[in-house]
C-alpha cells in the first residue's frame, strides 16, 4: 500500500507551526539537492546528511521541514511531476494522423523533460523489493501518463477513421514506451526512435485506403 501525505510546495510560503513563512528558495534548493542524490545515489545510498550538505542547510533545517527521507523524496517526485504536467497534454486539431501518433510516441520518452529521468527509473526498480512504494508512486505519475497520453491519442484517431478499429492501444503503448529503455540499454541514441517506431507500426495500424471498383464491361 503506498503511503501519502501532503506534499510541501517548495514555490508557495507554507506556514510553520510558530507562524513564521517558510523560506520557498530553501525549500526548493532542499528539493533540487535531494533530486541529484537520487540520480547520483540513488534511494538507498542517499543520506539526510548528504542532502542537508549539498543544499547547505543544517539538518535540524532539512527536518522541521519533512519528518523523514521518504516524505522528502515523496515532494521532490512529486516537484518533478508538476513540472512536467503540461507535457501530458497534445492538440490534435492541427496534426495529421501520422504526426499526431509521432508526437505522442515523442512524449512517451522519460527523458522529454529531465534528461536524467531514464536513470531514476532504473533507481526507482531497483528498490523495488526494499522500498515499493516510490515505484508505484513512479508508476503513477511518470509512466501511466505516458501511455494513457498515447493511448488516448490513438483512440482519438480511430475516431477520425486514420487507424483501424479494434488495434490494441494498450500493447501498442507498452511497446512503444519499452523502446527508449531498450536503446537507452544498448546505448544507442533515442532521439530518433518515434520516427522509427512510426514507421514499423504505423503500415500495420493505419486505415487501408478504399481501392476503386473496377468497371464492369460494357458499364
Not at 533530486?35 to 547520483?40: G, H, W, Y
Not at 515523442?106 to 529531465?114: D, K
Not at 512504494?133 to 511518470?142: Q, T
Not at 518515434?194 to 503500415?203: D, G, R, T
Request: proline share 6%; aromatic share 8%.
Amino acid at each position: 500500500m503506498v503511503r501519502t501525505r501532503r506534499a510541501a510546495q517548495p514555490d508557495t510560503a507554507a506556514q510553520r507551526p510558530g507562524g513564521r513563512p517558510r523560506d520557498a528558495a530553501l525549500d526548493e534548493a532542499i528539493i533540487l539537492a535531494t533530486r541529484e542524490r537520487l540520480v547520483r545515489d540513488g534511494y538507498s545510498q542517499m543520506t539526510i546528511g548528504d542532502i542537508a550538505a549539498d543544499a547547505q542547510v543544517s539538518r535540524p533545517t532539512l527536518y522541521r521541514r519533512w519528518t523523514s527521507k521518504f516524505d522528502l523524496v515523496v515532494d521532490a517526485l512529486d516537484y518533478g511531476f508538476r513540472k512536467q504536467h503540461d507535457m501530458y497534454t497534445l492538440d490534435l486539431s492541427a496534426l495529421e494522423p501520422r504526426e499526431a501518433f509521432t508526437e505522442a510516441v515523442r512524449r512517451l520518452n522519460p527523458a522529454y523533460y529531465n534528461p536524467d529521468a531514464m536513470v531514476l527509473m532504473g533507481n526507482f526498480a531497483g528498490e523495488a523489493g526494499r522500498t515499493p512504494e516510490l515505484l508505484e508512486i513512479l508508476r503513477k505519475h511518470a509512466v501511466e501518463p505516458r501511455v494513457t497520453l498515447l493511448e488516448r491519442v490513438l483512440a482519438e484517431l480511430r475516431e477520425r477513421g486514420a487507424v483501424q478499429d479494434g488495434i490494441d492501444t494498450h500493447t501498442i503503448a507498452t511497446m512503444c514506451f519499452g523502446s527508449y529503455f531498450a536503446a537507452f540499454y544498448r546505448g544507442e541514441r533515442t532521439k530518433t526512435i518515434p520516427e522509427k517506431v512510426v514507421a514499423v507500426l504505423w503500415p500495420a495500424i493505419a486505415t487501408k485506403p478504399r481501392r476503386p471498383q473496377a468497371k464492369r464491361a460494357g458499364a
